[in-house]
């Protein structure tokens, strides 16, 4: 029998948490330091940021830069400012990775599975056909294709590119 790890993982789910919201590290961070931080594009009212646990390649995050825990809290300026940055997180991604389509979600409260449930974020997480196999179902392992360093190199070029 072979074995495949992802140790990685292991840092996610028994690793000490760290403190405070990475969201808002993120977005009150230097410019300078977004590769530190995974920071993909940010505009006044939003970031896009790579997941340091990603489901698949080129899994990323949409969040406001001010500190919401619900959705229905946001003001319709900073709404819609998400939503736009969601939109061209789309595009970077068809560009640069031509994924077949895309899960786009939001977890509302710990309860619904939200890793940070008081910082209101979307995730998009790009799709291909026969990306889901046997491995996350029998051996509880996800492999990925390139590391979060290439994923966020190639992306942040494309975030750049593409207004």
């Not at 940021?49 to 990323?60: A, D, S, V």
């Not at 003001?75 to 990775?97: G, I, K, S």
């Not at 392992?141 to 994923?151: A, G, H, V």
């Amino acid at each position: 029998m072979q074995h495949l790890w992802a140790p990685w993982r292991r840092e996610f789910i028994k690793g000490p948490k760290p403190q405070g919201c990475f969201f808002c590290a993120a977005a009150a961070a230097d410019p300078a330091q977004d590769a530190d931080h995974l920071v993909l594009a940010r505009t006044e009212l939003a970031i896009a940021i790579l997941n340091r646990y990603p489901y698949n390649n080129g899994h990323l995050m949409v969040a406001p830069k001010g500190h919401l825990a619900n959705l229905e809290d946001l003001p319709p300026t900073v709404a819609n400012e998400v939503m736009a940055m969601t939109q061209r997180a789309l595009r970077v991604l068809r560009q640069v990775l031509s994924p077949h389509g895309f899960n786009l979600g939001i977890n509302g409260g710990k309860v619904a599975g939200a890793g940070v449930a008081d910082h209101i974020h979307q995730h998009v997480v790009p799709r291909w056909d026969g990306d889901t196999n046997f491995m996350p179902i029998l051996a509880d392992t996800k492999i990925l294709n390139e590391s979060l360093t290439t994923s966020y190199q190639e992306l942040r070029a494309g975030f750049d590119r593409l207004p």
